[in-house]
Nanobody
Framework: QVQLVESGGGLVQAGGSLRLSCVAS????????MGWYRQPPGKQRELVAT???????YYADSVKGRFAISRDYARNTVYLQMNGLKPEDTAVYYC???????????????WGQGTQVTVSS
């Protein structure tokens, strides 16, 4: 089994910062892309940022210049540094990863359980 566990969410004032972490554990052979998604209240889940195994990154236009995604390959961990937070960043943030499990050649997609980020005005 593979698990993704997020941490670092919370309540912050507008203009503040938070750093989210997501650790992948279990029967992991190789981790390909990792990323962060979010689901604002009453809205659909949306992509925030991704990072490939080679370190290439992608950001949604709404977070460019404010958020930074990074990885610690040795610790199977992905981070999301969020600066200049706005009330519209309020959402449940989910970690996502494409993982090849030990003894299996196929790539599977996994989700974390989510962590709440609330930005007050």
């Amino acid at each position: 089994q593979v698990q993704l566990v997020e941490s670092g969410g919370g309540l912050v004032q507008a203009g503040g910062s938070l750093r989210l972490s997501c650790v992948a554990s279990g029967s992991i052979g190789r981790i390909n892309a990792m990323g962060w998604y979010r689901q604002p209240p009453g809205k659909q889940r949306e992509l925030v940022a991704t990072i490939t195994s080679g370190g290439s990154t992608y950001y949604a236009d709404s977070v460019k210049g404010r958020f930074a995604i990074s990885r610690d390959y040795a610790r199977n961990t992905v981070y999301l540094q969020m600066n200049g937070l706005k009330p519209e960043d309020t959402a449940v943030y989910y970690c996502n990863a494409d993982i090849v499990r030990i003894g299996n050649r196929q790539n599977y997609n996994f989700w974390g359980q989510g962590t709440q980020v609330t930005v007050s005005s």
